[in-house]
């Protein structure tokens, strides 16, 4: 294993100290338990939105929070659900009367301890639950879909409805719109490496990928020898339109999510060709964004999220942010 | 009869069960880890290793403590520094326990019986998940309800051997099934030929505090 690293029992306190200190116009980093927080108290009356889960997905979700987006954010241990406490206490630190929003990705740890946090914290609250990965099959039978890079849209969407004054059941109302009109999947070209564990957490072949992956490195739909980028793009965007089953005259958000490892030319060439598969298919590209939001630590690979987008979702995604990781309009 | 001089559920009896179920895990964590990265993510292990070393430190905190605030800071520490699904679950498992009835007399075999029954009754309801769903739940469920028909039984020892086979029966029965909760679920048919992990430690936990008991 070759990382920046001192010792494994500080390695999230460290990096997260540093995002503090690199970050100090915006945010506050509270430790044990540990969140981070907006450097600005949030208004009165607007509602609070906090989102989190396990580390190693940076800058997903702490380098979202700031003005247009997220109030809170509460990592836990690389790939593991934060603690209820860390809920608890960032929810009691940035409610200011309106209520909080919890924004979960669909993994059973985060479900649980969020479930936790929420029935200990006093204050009113509610949650969403992201699972906009189509790689796995949602049935009654399963756990459902993995929530995964569509989260980020989300986070930003309602972020701006909270900023312009929704009130807890919209911003709920929303997010569930954004995550039910978006679809992911993702592939991996090499694994990832948990530092806790020093080694990768899947063997692939050098000729091979992993089609479907989750972001922890979980296997996906099926193992296949690599194919030029066009044939995997075409691949992706058939199980994602298969799913989203958009319309001809619909406005589109394409968003080319990077794994870590993967470098932005790459990530740009991805996005033309998924630009020209989806113009030959007659459907719309109004939204962009590409670059590493939801990352499976040093992961190579990259995953395509299409969200289908209306007047509102537009005029939101649109709205001023101002956060570490997402900045524009402000 | 069970004699007396046994300790079921002191708070010294949870120190020493925690440190045996620690050397236990670590000496088979390896096989615990590969398990979890075929159908997981491989962060189980480093889960149950942080919360049994969190849980073992306690031993200073805790040891003159009453069972039930001993059994509360357990259950918080275990609640607030391991994360993930074993963090809630174990939690969820100790802070029930802290919550049973008369817990400042001695607790006898029966009544250690209910305390983990009504444990595991409480991280069935958290986790949502039940028998067949390839979870640590495939093991301790029905480990529950043996306990559950032992409680009235004198002769402890012949049914903790009982507990200790079905431990592990169910344990291995997971191999099999397609999982339709946790991290697994996600799978379909290619978490088929792999046992939990969940269900693996959960059974080495098992296997050695029954076995601890029995040897005592």
């Known amino acids: ?330 | 009869m069970i004699k007396k001089e046994i300790e079921f559920m002191s708070v010294s009896f949870l120190i020493s069960q925690a440190k045996s179920v620690q050397k236990v895990i670590d000496e088979n964590s390896a096989e615990i880890e590969i398990l979890d990265q075929k159908i997981g993510d491989g962060d189980h292990i480093f889960n149950i290793q942080r919360g049994l070393k969190l849980v073992v430190e306690l031993e200073d905190a805790i040891k003159d403590l009453p069972l039930a605030k001993a059994l509360n800071m357990i259950a918080m520490k275990v609640l607030s520094g391991i994360g993930g699904s074993s963090g809630a679950l174990f939690g969820t498992f100790f802070m029930t326990m802290a919550k049973s009835s008369d817990l400042d007399k001695d607790v006898d075999f029966n009544k250690a019986c209910e305390m983990i029954i009504s444990g595991i009754k409480a991280m069935k309801e958290r986790g949502k998940a039940d028998v067949g769903e390839k979870t640590m739940m495939d093991v301790l469920l029905p480990v529950s309800e043996k306990l559950n028909e032992l409680k009235n039984e004198s002769e402890f020892k012949t049914g903790l051997n009982e507990v200790i086979k079905i431990a592990e029966e169910r344990m291995l029965s997971t191999k099999d099934m397609l999982a339709t909760k946790g991290r697994a679920s996600f799978l379909g048919e290619r978490a088929k030929g792999h046992i939990d992990p969940g269900a693996r430690s959960s059974q080495l936990i098992i296997d050695t505090i029954c076995k601890s008991v029995i040897n005592n």
Not at chain 1, 190 to 198: D, E, Q, R, Y
Not at chain 1, 249 to 272: D, I, S
Not at chain 1, 297 to 326: F, N
């Open chain 1, 1 to 330: 294993m070759k990382k920046f690293i001192n010792n494994n029992d500080d390695f999230l306190k460290e990096s997260l100290t540093g995002f503090g200190k690199a970050h100090s116009d915006i945010i506050n980093i509270n430790l044990d338990p540990s969140f981070v927080s907006r450097k600005n108290k949030t208004k009165d009356g607007k509602v609070s939105l906090i989102s989190g889960g396990g580390s190693g997905h940076e800058p997903m979700h702490g380098g979202f929070v700031g003005h247009g987006m997220l109030d809170a954010a509460c990592p836990g241990f690389v790939f593991s659900a934060p603690t209820p406490d860390q809920m608890q206490a960032a929810a009691e630190h940035v409610d200011s009367g309106a209520g909080v929003l919890f924004i979960v990705k669909n993994y059973s740890g985060d479900i649980m301890n969020f479930e936790m946090g929420a029935e200990m914290y006093s204050g009113k609250n509610d949650s969403i639950i992201t699972n906009d990965d189509v790689a796995v099959e949602d049935s009654t039978f399963t756990t459902g879909r993995r929530g995964v890079a569509a989260t980020v849209l989300v986070e930003k969407i309602v972020g701006s409805l909270a900023e312009h004054s929704g009130s807890l059941e919209e911003c709920k109302k929303l997010g569930e719109k954004v995550n039910k009109n978006a679809g992911t999947m993702g592939v991996a070209f090499t694994s990832c490496t948990v530092p806790a564990a020093g080694k990768p957490t899947f063997d692939i072949g050098d000729d091979e990928m992993e089609f479907g992956v989750g972001i922890h490195g979980e296997p996906g739909r099926k193992r296949e020898k690599i194919q030029p980028s066009k044939t995997i793009v075409g691949n992706i965007l058939e199980a994602i339109l298969d799913n989203l089953k958009p319309e001809k005259n619909e406005k589109n958000l394409l968003f080319v999510n990077g794994m870590g490892g993967t470098p932005l030319t790459e990530l740009y060439l991805v996005y033309e060709d998924a630009c020209q598969i989806l113009q030959s298919k007659g459907i719309e590209v109004t939204k962009s964004l590409v670059g590493n939001y939801c990352t499976s630590l040093e992961m190579q690979g990259a995953s395509i999220t299409l969200l289908k987008c209306d007047d509102e979702i537009l005029k939101h995604w649109d709205a001023p942010v101002h956060t570490a990781a997402m900045r524009w309009g402000m």
